[in-house]
């Protein structure tokens, strides 16, 4: 299956098996990324998609906290990299909240506001995000290059 190009930053194997290889799951080019709730378990691991309008590199991901998805541009408020410790591991081990794996600021999964680390009192860039009909639905229009 040729994937769009965008598409290849998914670094999450999980996420990027089930991308490529569901075919429940609908990718829109443009601005919506299309997900099946059942594949974002419970603040467990998250999905990572590329932001093409963002840069080549640029990242974003989204969680289920309490059974709400959440989703947040991939970059720390302190320091511009992305906070994953392993791809789509973003829980503290206690699951309560988000944490960066570069200096360990910590997060609220549902607002992605800062409570303690470097950058406290900052918070994520949100997505924004909607569940219906067992679909996740990632808008990306929701975002822009100042979000960065
Ligand atoms: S880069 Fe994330 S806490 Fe410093």
Excluded at 41 to 61: M, S, V, W
Aim: neutral net charge; charged residues 20%.
């Amino acid at each position: 299956m040729i994937l769009p190009a965008w598409v290849n930053g998914c670094l999450n194997t999980r996420s990027f098996n089930y991308m490529t290889q569901t075919k429940n799951t609908t990718v829109f080019p443009k601005d919506t990324i299309i997900l099946n709730s059942e594949d974002l378990q419970n603040e467990a691991k998250g999905l990572r998609f590329a932001l093409p309008a963002l840069g080549e590199f640029a990242t974003g991901f989204v969680v289920r906290f309490h059974g709400k998805p959440y989703a947040y541009i991939n970059q720390c408020a302190h320091v511009s990299v992305e906070l994953d410790w392993n791809e789509g591991e973003f829980f503290t081990s206690q699951k309560d909240h988000l944490i960066c794996a570069t200096h360990g600021a910590h997060y609220r999964p549902d607002t992605g506001f800062c409570v303690m680390g470097p950058c406290k009192g900052k918070s994520l860039k949100s997505i924004e995000v909607t569940e219906q009909n067992q679909q996740i639905v990632i808008n990306l229009s929701s975002i822009s290059k100042n979000d960065i």
